[in-house]
């Protein structure tokens, strides 16, 4: 019985479906792959550095739809190469434009996560941690990699807007200069 499932005539056209192509299509797929990569490495270099960057939720989306038009263009026969070179060309213009309208305060609101602070010299704010799904454990990790071995070696802990968990180091009687905390939501 079990042989009969796995070896149906129907599963063996599955499998031959599965495995099929052709010499063609392969050498069709090296070819988009080549072009398309080589597209996006101009792009990148035209754009810069910032299009694969961890800043913001904009930037995150950017990168997925990259990834995903490289790999509609490659494996897909219903999308040329030229239209997935133009598709990925607005792509990388729509994260230019995005890049240049965060100078202005609304558009970063809009499109940025604002930094939280989750540690006040000694003080968890726990519904800061809360708000960005940070937990202790997640903390006293991020403690321990920066090498703070007492609460008391903290000045601040800030949640960034990319995701990265920052410890500010008590040093003394420094405060911390109100601009580098100017935009972080307390």
């Given at each position: 019985?079990?042989?009969?499932?796995?070896?149906?005539?129907?599963?063996?056209?599955?499998?031959?479906?599965?495995?099929?192509?052709?010499s063609?299509?392969?050498?069709?797929?090296?070819v988009s792959?080549?072009?398309?990569?080589?597209?996006?490495?101009?792009?990148?270099?035209?754009?810069?550095?910032r299009?694969?960057?961890?800043?913001?939720?904009?930037?995150?989306?950017?990168t997925?739809?990259?990834?995903?038009?490289?790999?509609?263009?490659?494996?897909?026969?219903?999308?040329?190469?030229?239209?997935?070179?133009?598709?990925?060309?607005?792509?990388?213009?729509?994260?230019?434009?995005?890049?240049?309208?965060?100078?202005?305060?609304?558009?970063?609101?809009?499109?940025?996560?604002?930094?939280?602070?989750?540690?006040?010299?000694?003080?968890?704010?726990?519904?800061?941690?809360?708000?960005?799904?940070?937990?202790e454990?997640?903390?006293?990790?991020?403690?321990?990699?920066?090498?703070?071995t007492?609460?008391?070696?903290?000045?601040?802990?800030?949640?960034?807007?990319?995701g990265?968990?920052?410890?500010l180091?008590?040093?003394?009687?420094?405060?911390?200069?109100?601009?580098?905390?100017?935009?972080?939501?307390?």
């Amino acid at each position: 019985m079990i042989h009969s499932i796995f070896f149906s005539s129907d599963t063996s056209n599955l499998l031959d479906k599965l495995f099929a192509t052709t010499s063609k299509t392969l050498i069709l797929i090296a070819v988009s792959t080549l072009g398309i990569y080589s597209v996006i490495i101009l792009y990148t270099r035209l754009f810069g550095k910032r299009s694969f960057s961890k800043i913001s939720s904009f930037d995150f989306a950017m990168t997925v739809a990259v990834g995903s038009m490289t790999a509609t263009v490659i494996l897909s026969d219903s999308v040329s190469f030229l239209e997935g070179a133009t598709g990925l060309a607005s792509i990388y213009a729509f994260q230019l434009l995005a890049a240049i309208m965060r100078r202005y305060k609304w558009f970063r609101k809009l499109i940025d996560n604002q930094p939280t602070l989750l540690m006040d010299g000694r003080n968890i704010l726990t519904e800061n941690m809360k708000a960005v799904r940070v937990t202790e454990g997640d903390l006293r990790s991020k403690l321990r990699e920066s090498n703070v071995t007492a609460l008391s070696q903290v000045k601040a802990v800030i949640f960034e807007t990319t995701g990265n968990i920052v410890v500010l180091h008590n040093s003394g009687n420094d405060e911390i200069e109100d601009w580098l905390l100017k935009d972080v939501q307390r």
